[in-house]
C-alpha cells in the first residue's frame, strides 16, 4: 500500500525530509495518492500558496467521505470528556485550528484560487479547469460552504524532551489545495506552469504499468516542470540498515534511473528509501546538522522529525553503503519506457521471496541489453528446427508447411497485440479503462479478414494460387511487425500527451483492426489451401487453430518475461518480424519443392 491511516510518522517523513531539502518552496505538486496527514503536515508551511493533488483514483474523495460519515456518527453519539484516540473524523480543538480562506459561495469562484505573481491559476467550480488542462478538476466545495473536516490520528507515545506537536486540522476547503483526477503522466507532460517541490507517489513497478512512473523518460518530463532549484522525491522499497541480494539489484536500477537525470541526490534509507533529486539545487544536503538546524527553524514543532533521529538515519557509514550499492554489481542499467529494466529488477525481487534461486532466472536480463542479431540468431535457430520437422512428414509436408506458417503468424498476432497494449499504457495511462474497446476490435478484425476471405475465394482457384495469396498476407504482416510498427511505437509516446486520448486510442485501434484481419484472413486461406491440396479436409481447421493457439500460448509467456526485459519494445517487434520472414522463406520453398 502507499500509505495508512492514522500514520503520522510516515507523514512526517514524506512532507518533511523533503521540505528541508528546499530553502522556500511555495508551489507543491503531489503526484498520485496522499494521506490526509500529509497535506495537513504540507498546509502547515505559511509560505506554501499552492498545492496541486493528482490523482487518477480520486482516493481523497473517498477518504473525505469515509470521514464525514465517521463525523456524523461521532457527532451523533454520546458525548465524552475524550474523544477515541485513532477515529476517523476526530475534530481538532477550535483553539488549535488553522485559519483558511473560506471557500466562495456564490458559485462563482473557487475561495483563493488565483495564483502568485497574476498567474491565472484559478478555476470555476464547474468543473472546467482554464489553461486548457486535460484533467478534471475537482472543486473543493462545488460552490456552497461546508463545515471543515478534521483529521486527527491516534497519539503516540511522545520521547522524553520532544516538543509538544500541534494537533492540526486538514481543511478540505483551504484555498491553497486543488485536486486532479487525471493520469498522473498525462498531467506532468502537459502542465503549464512550474513548481519548487514534486512529489512522486507510486508503488515499486511489479507490473508493466506500474513500471511507466519510474522510467528516465518519465523523470525527463518531470524536469520541465521545476522551478529553479526546484526538486523531485521518489521512494522505492527498502530498509534501514542492509539490503539483500535481489533488494541490492532493484535499488540499483532505480537509483542509477534516477542518477541518470538528476546529477544532484540526497537519500535517506529506510524500508521506503526516499530519493531527491535536483537539476542545479545547491541547497540540497544529507549533514544530519544542518538539516537539523533546518528543524529548528521551522515555526512549527515536528514530532518523529528530530535532530536523533537525523543524526541516526544520515549516519555516515550508512550513508557510504547505499551510495556503494549503485556502482557495483548488476542492475545499473537506467529503467525506460520501451526498456523495462525496472520491472525485471522488480520481478527479481518479488521472486526471491519463493525462493533466492528463482531470481536468478532474471540476472541475465539485468546485465544488459540483449543486442538484435544474438535475437535474430534465436529466430533462425527456430526456422531451423520447425523447418526440419516440416520435412520429416514427408507425405504431409505441404500441409506442415501451413501449419508452421499459422501457429508463427498467432505467436506474433499474440505477441504483437501485447505489445500494443503495452505501448498504449504509457501513451494514455488508461488501459483498464480502455482495453476492452482495444480487444474488441482485434476480434473484429479476426472475424472480417476471415469473413473477407470466404466472399472472395473463389473455388476455381488451385492450391497454388491460393498458397500464393495467402503466403502473401505472411509477408505483408511480417513487413508490418519488422519495419512500421518498430517506427511507430516511439512515435506514439510522443504523440500521446499531445493529442486528445480518443485520438491515441483511435490510432492503437486501428492498428490492432489491421493486424486483426490479416490474423483472421491468413488463418482463413490457410484452411482454404489444405481442403484444395486434399488432406484431410474433415480435420484441417482443428489443426490449424490448435497450431494457431500453441503459438500464441508461446508468445504470451515469452513476450512480457523475456523478449521485453532482455530486448526491449523495439527490437521485440523486429524479431517477431524476422521470425515471420524466415519462416516464410522455409515454408513457401517446402511448399512449391515438395
Not at 476526530?90 to 495564483?115: K, L
Not at 551510495?323 to 545499473?332: H, Q
Request: charged fraction near 20%; charge should be positive; proline fraction near 7%.
Amino acid at each position: 500500500w502507499l500509505f495508512s491511516y492514522p500514520d503520522p510518522e510516515s507523514a512526517e517523513d514524506m512532507v518533511h525530509l523533503t521540505m528541508l531539502q528546499h530553502p522556500s518552496p511555495q508551489r507543491i505538486l503531489v503526484l498520485g495518492p496522499v494521506s490526509p496527514e500529509s497535506l495537513m503536515e504540507l498546509s502547515r508551511y505559511d509560505r506554501v500558496e499552492r498545492i496541486d493533488v493528482v490523482d487518477a483514483d480520486d482516493t481523497i474523495s473517498l477518504l473525505r467521505r469515509l470521514s464525514e460519515r465517521s463525523q456524523a456518527a461521532l457527532l451523533d453519539a454520546p458525548k465524552c470528556d475524550r474523544w477515541p484516540e485513532g477515529s476517523f473524523g476526530t475534530p481538532a480543538p477550535e483553539a488549535s485550528r488553522r485559519r483558511h480562506v473560506p471557500a466562495a459561495q456564490d458559485g462563482s469562484r473557487h475561495g483563493n484560487a488565483a495564483g502568485p505573481e497574476g498567474t491565472s491559476w484559478d478555476h470555476d467550480v464547474s468543473g472546467q479547469a482554464l489553461q486548457g488542462h486535460p484533467g478534471r478538476f475537482v472543486p473543493l466545495s462545488a460552490g456552497k460552504r461546508l463545515d471543515p473536516v478534521s483529521w486527527a490520528g491516534a497519539s503516540a507515545e511522545q520521547p522524553p524532551g520532544s516538543p509538544e506537536p500541534s494537533k492540526g486540522i486538514f481543511d478540505f476547503h483551504d484555498g491553497r489545495i486543488f485536486f486532479w483526477t487525471a493520469d498522473v503522466r498525462r498531467f506532468v507532460d502537459t502542465a503549464e506552469r512550474a513548481f519548487d517541490v514534486v512529489f512522486l507517489n507510486a508503488g515499486d513497478p511489479f507490473s508493466l504499468g506500474e513500471n511507466r512512473f519510474f522510467t528516465r523518460e518519465f523523470f525527463l518530463s518531470m524536469t520541465r516542470i521545476l522551478r529553479p532549484r526546484g526538486i523531485v522525491t521518489i521512494s522505492v522499497s527498502g530498509a534501514e540498515d542492509m539490503l539483500g541480494a535481489a533488494q541490492t539489484v532493484y535499488f540499483r536500477v532505480m537509483l542509477s534511473t534516477f542518477q541518470s537525470v538528476f546529477p544532484r541526490v540526497v537519500m535517506y534509507p529506510g524500508g521506503r528509501i526516499r530519493l531527491i533529486g535536483s537539476l542545479d539545487s545547491p541547497y540540497l544536503s544529507d549533514d544530519p546538522g544542518q538539516l537539523s538546524r533546518r528543524v529548528a527553524s521551522l515555526p512549527f514543532p515536528l514530532r518523529y522529525v528530530r535532530a536523533d533521529r537525523l543524526s541516526t538515519l544520515l549516519d555516515p557509514l550508512r550513508l557510504e553503503y547505499f551510495k556503494s550499492l549503485a556502482t557495483t554489481g548488476v542492475g545499473g542499467r537506467p529503467n525506460g519506457d520501451l526498456d523495462p529494466v525496472g520491472f525485471v529488477a522488480a520481478c527479481r525481487l518479488w521472486t526471491a521471496q519463493m525462493h533466492p534461486r528463482l531470481s536468478s532466472f532474471f540476472d541475465p536480463l539485468l546485465h544488459g541489453a540483449v543486442p538484435v542479431w544474438a535475437g535474430g540468431v534465436g529466430a533462425l535457430g527456430v526456422t531451423l528446427v520447425l523447418g526440419s520437422a516440416v520435412a520429416c512428414r514427408r507425405r504431409t509436408v505441404r500441409r506442415a508447411a501451413i501449419a508452421v506458417s499459422v501457429g508463427t503468424m498467432g505467436a506474433a498476432q499474440m505477441g504483437f497485440h501485447i505489445l500494443l497494449l503495452f505501448v498504449y499504457q504509457i501513451a494514455a495511462g488508461a488501459l483498464y479503462a480502455h482495453v476492452t474497446v482495444l480487444m474488441s476490435i482485434t476480434m473484429a478484425g479476426f472475424s472480417a479478414g476471415a469473413f473477407l476471405i470466404r466472399r472472395v475465394a473463389k473455388a476455381e482457384f488451385s492450391a497454388t494460387h491460393a498458397a500464393r495469396i495467402f503466403f502473401g498476407v505472411h509477408a505483408f504482416a511480417a513487413a508490418l511487425l519488422g519495419g512500421f510498427f518498430p517506427l511507430l511505437a516511439p512515435k506514439l509516446l510522443d504523440i500521446g500527451p499531445v493529442w486528445p486520448q480518443w485520438a491515441v486510442l483511435s490510432v492503437c485501434a486501428t492498428v490492432g483492426l489491421l493486424m486483426g484481419t490479416l490474423g483472421g484472413a491468413h488463418f482463413a486461406l490457410g484452411c482454404f489451401v489444405i481442403k484444395r491440396i486434399g488432406q484431410e479436409k474433415r480435420t484441417a481447421g482443428s489443426v490449424l487453430y490448435g497450431v494457431d493457439m500453441l503459438g500464441a500460448a508461446a508468445a504470451a509467456a515469452l513476450t512480457p518475461l523475456v523478449l521485453v526485459p532482455a530486448f526491449g519494445v523495439r527490437a521485440a517487434l523486429i524479431l517477431y518480424g524476422m521470425l515471420m520472414a524466415l519462416v516464410l522463406v522455409m515454408s513457401w520453398g517446402l511448399f512449391r519443392k515438395l
